[in-house]
């Protein structure tokens, strides 16, 4: 299937950038049976949403070669060799930039020379390989909340009419002081039940409580001392729109606290 109008939009949880390379991560796999098993319809460029680029105003990268930014440290050397050259959305950029203003998101900026970090192309690495599909990357904002990124999504809604995929990309659960390297198979009862309170949150159609989930669910600080890995979630899912079916699509644990846990939300046709 070739881009035509895109019924779904994803939230993907990325984890270490580890994926890249190990194989024995289950969502590695899980990444890279995606136009297998997950979604099939080519789109026509891709915008994606990480936890790795922060920004105090809304900004998206308009570049015509994506550069492969190594926004991380002390892993092997292998993973500073691999690259994603996958081509820039110049066009998508200022489609963004003009949804977004038009519905009073003030500044929105566009940054001609940022390259995707890795929150972007260790997935899209596995997901499209061929790095032949166009991407643009927009920026997240610590200083607002959860209910701004799922309007700043709402408003990025016609971008699927248009053909183009919509991707958060980050963590169902992020707290990096609390992994456990000798977890094993076992998992944190706190992640756990964070983690099975926003599936079902999702699934239910609770938006306004995964909006809210400071006040709502259980462990929320602790799952996400920052938000900078859940944010990607709310544009993925207000984009997708509040009658939109959520679906788990992945699940899988590292390090005893890490989540995998990825979504598929679809618009009733």
Request: charged share 20%.
């Given at each position: 299937m070739s881009a035509g109008r895109i019924n779904e939009t994803f939230y993907i949880s990325h984890g270490s950038p580890m994926l890249a390379i190990d194989d024995s991560l289950p969502a590695r796999h899980f990444l890279k049976s995606w136009t297998?098993?997950?979604f099939q319809q080519k789109p026509k460029s891709v915008l994606i949403i990480s936890g790795h680029w922060e920004t105090y105003e809304p900004t998206?990268?308009?570049?015509?070669?994506?550069?492969?930014?190594?926004?991380?440290?002390?892993?092997?050397?292998?993973?500073?060799?691999?690259?994603?050259?996958?081509?820039?959305?110049?066009d998508l950029a200022k489609r963004v930039q003009e949804l977004l203003t038009t519905s009073g998101f003030k500044h929105v900026k566009v940054d001609k020379k940022r390259g995707l970090d890795h929150g972007a192309w260790?997935?899209?690495?596995l997901m499209y390989p061929q790095a032949?599909?166009?991407?643009?990357?927009?920026s997240l904002q610590m200083n607002k909340d959860a209910t701004y990124h799922y309007n700043m999504g709402r408003a990025l809604a016609p971008l699927k009419e248009?053909?183009?995929?919509?991707?958060?990309?980050?963590?169902?659960?992020?707290n990096l002081r609390n992994l456990d390297r000798n977890a094993g198979d076992e998992v944190a009862p706190w992640a756990a039940q964070f983690d099975k309170w926003l599936e079902d949150?999702?699934?239910?159609?609770?938006?306004?409580?995964?909006?809210?989930?400071?006040?709502?669910?259980?462990?929320?600080?602790?799952?996400?001392?920052?938000?900078?890995?859940?944010?990607?979630l709310h544009v993925a899912l207000g984009a997708a729109g509040e009658d939109a079916?959520?679906?788990?699509?992945?699940?899988?644990?590292s390090l005893g606290t890490l989540s995998y846990?990825?979504?598929?939300?679809?618009?009733p046709s």
């Open positions: 297998h098993q997950i998206v990268n308009a570049v015509d070669r994506c550069d492969t930014i190594y926004d991380f440290y002390g892993f092997p050397d292998p993973m500073y060799k691999l690259k994603y050259p996958a081509p820039g959305a110049p260790v997935p899209l690495m032949n599909i166009p991407v643009c990357q927009l248009e053909g183009v995929l919509i991707i958060g990309s980050g963590s169902a659960t992020h949150a999702l699934v239910s159609g609770r938006h306004e409580d995964v909006n809210n989930y400071l006040e709502k669910a259980p462990n929320a600080k602790k799952a996400h001392p920052s938000p900078d890995h859940f944010y990607p079916k959520a679906e788990l699509v992945h699940r899988s644990w846990a990825s979504y598929k939300f679809t618009v």
